[in-house]
């Protein structure tokens, strides 16, 4: 009996062990290697507050969308109740609307312009719906009548933006990328629309393929956007469903992606091994064009800078703070506060920034204002605290480059194991040393040649004056 208790409080002690260590393998910041391989960081966000339950709206059900206006008000599109909740960043009730005369069935997305004014993504009833800041409704936009707009995809808005020049940009779910309309509902065409990617095995079985099985390869459609931002400065950013590659896009208005075709973000291989496809349902881009992305297939959130460098990776799946679900919206606030809403937790969770990545943050703010000596010393202060963390060692890398420091510029490269820096570094440093030393190379060969001819005619005339002795000797004879 003993023996059987030890056996048990054995098994009881090794599985807590074994579960407090899975939960450790995914509890941890970190970033990817060259190698897609992690590297854990220090923490970068911790959960500050989680808003459940509001006073005098009660619970959230299949909320799906979240936005914060230009002054700090936190707007929730609570698709389930068929109502949009107005909070304070605190969570405090400032409104609920319905959709006032004609009421909201199954809304999806919202945009607040400056002013207040809301423009919901009201998708069941086929429409975006425009309401003034008291909830009031002042006009809708429906399906344009224009010949180009395509009616085997009825017009079912889930996500809406308005850009700086008063055009109204929707997602429809469908691979036709935007529907563009003007502010009198005339149709203005598509931009960004998505396409198939190559597979070599679709060219096989168009080739070798039964007439069944080519019309089935017809009817595969091209991934669809599933949420997008549009910026201040006009670009917009997209991320994309089932795509192999270019799941996150910065586009111009006339969608051309900046970003490389064949970029890819996210993970393709979790903690234990298993095969992942990213599933990017929604975005938030900062003043600096820190792009902070969420997916869904591991609930986790991908931070990168403008130029698609991953600074961290944090959430993952659960039930408890910082974990979700079933993520679908992320947005953030003035002081860097990141909010995430999960729609079968019902619940938006708030992040503060740790010291870490606020740090991270301010080194790329001040290397992208040109102060590339200032830069510096954040990105030495965070490597004090995350040796590993080779993103500072490839921003001090930029940095001197800027400041055309190629020595200093190739060590940093060469911490980040970053080869293309440091074959830039390495070409930069010879092209200088080649100015600097021009001068005197250009004297150096200018004397070597004039070494040579002087050299050359000492010869000949040593050989003159061998040959005019030879013949004179044989004169004699």
Known sequence: MKRIKKIAFMLVVLICFFSSTVYGASNYDYILDENKERIAIPSTYRVEKVLSYFEGAGYLN??????????????????????????????????????????????????VDEYGDMYVADTGNGRIVHLD???????????????LYDKKSPFKPTKVYIDAINQIYALNDDYHGFIVLDANNHFKGYVAPTRLEFSFKDVL????ASPEQK???????????????????????????????EQIKKMTTLGENIYPEDGFFGEEIDE??????????????DENGIITALESSTCRLYQYDQEGN???????????????LFPTSVVHDNEGNIYVLDSRMNNIQ??????????????????????????????????????NYYVAHKGMGKAYMKQEKW????????????????????????????REYFGWIVLAVVVAIIAIIRFVRYLKKLSDKYIRETKTWKGVI
């Open 205 to 208: 079985i168009r080739i070798f």
């Open 350 to 387: 708030i992040f503060r920034p740790t010291k870490f990545i606020k740090t991270v943050h301010t080194a790329l703010s001040l290397y992208y204002d040109g102060k590339y000596q200032e830069a510096i010393e954040p990105w030495k202060e965070i490597l004090k605290v995350g040796p």
């Open 215 to 245: 019309e089935q390869l017809a009817k595969r459609l091209p991934p669809a956007h599933s949420n997008f931002v549009i910026t201040d400065d006009g670009m917009i950013y997209a991320t994309t469903l089932r795509a192999k590659t």
């Open 133 to 147: 800041p008291d909830g009031k409704f002042v006009e809708e936009f429906v399906q344009p009548e224009s010949p």
């Open 272 to 285: 234990y091994g298993n095969k992942i496809e990213p599933a990017f349902v929604d975005l938030t881009v």
């Open 310 to 324: 991953l600074l961290t990776v944090f959430g993952g799946r659960g039930t408890y703070r910082g974990k979700f």
């Open 407 to 434: 020595n200093q510029s190739m060590k940093a490269y060469k911490l980040a194991d970053d080869k293309e820096g440091y074959s830039d570094s390495f070409a930069e440093r010879r092209h200088q040393n080649f």
């Open 62 to 111: 299949n909320a799906q969308d979240l936005f914060i206006d230009k002054d700090g008000k936190l707007y929730v599109v609570d698709t389930g109740n068929n109502r949009v909740l107005k909070l304070s960043t605190e969570g405090r009730l400032l409104g609920q609307y319905d959709g006032d005369t004609k009421k909201f069935n199954n809304p999806n997305g919202i945009y």
